[in-house]
């Protein structure tokens, strides 16, 4: 049975998640809790929240066991762009985008039902 969380709007950008996610993939999901709590990462901070989050669905609504529990994916998805604008020089303006992710995390418990 697979479980998923998702955090939508995630204000850090997509390429830094990417690599603390990829980290993860395979690993029993209290070992990946243990294992993102090490990693002084903001992204690692964010990750860890959904991931805690997917426990939570598969222990409270299908009654399965977190030891049981792995990491089937941890996905980054691309979310919106803030655009704004910075002064630049001879009073121009210049672009900055504040990119967004979504965080998908499903987990499996080993069963093909």
Do not use: W
């Amino acid at each position: 049975m697979e479980i998923q969380s998702l955090t939508r709007n995630a204000r850090m950008s997509p390429k830094k998640m990417h690599e603390v996610a990829r980290t993860i993939k395979g690993r029993k999901a209290t070992e990946a809790v243990d294992y993102l709590t090490l990693i002084p990462r903001k992204s690692a901070r964010l990750i860890v929240k959904t991931l805690k989050s997917a426990i939570a669905n598969a222990e409270n609504n299908n009654n399965l066991s977190a030891d049981t529990l792995t990491v089937k994916s941890a996905v980054i998805e691309n979310g919106p762009v803030l655009k704004r604008f910075k002064a630049g020089a001879r009073g121009t303006a210049k672009p900055r985008r504040k990119k967004m992710a979504h965080i998908r995390i499903v987990l499996t418990d080993g069963n093909s039902n």
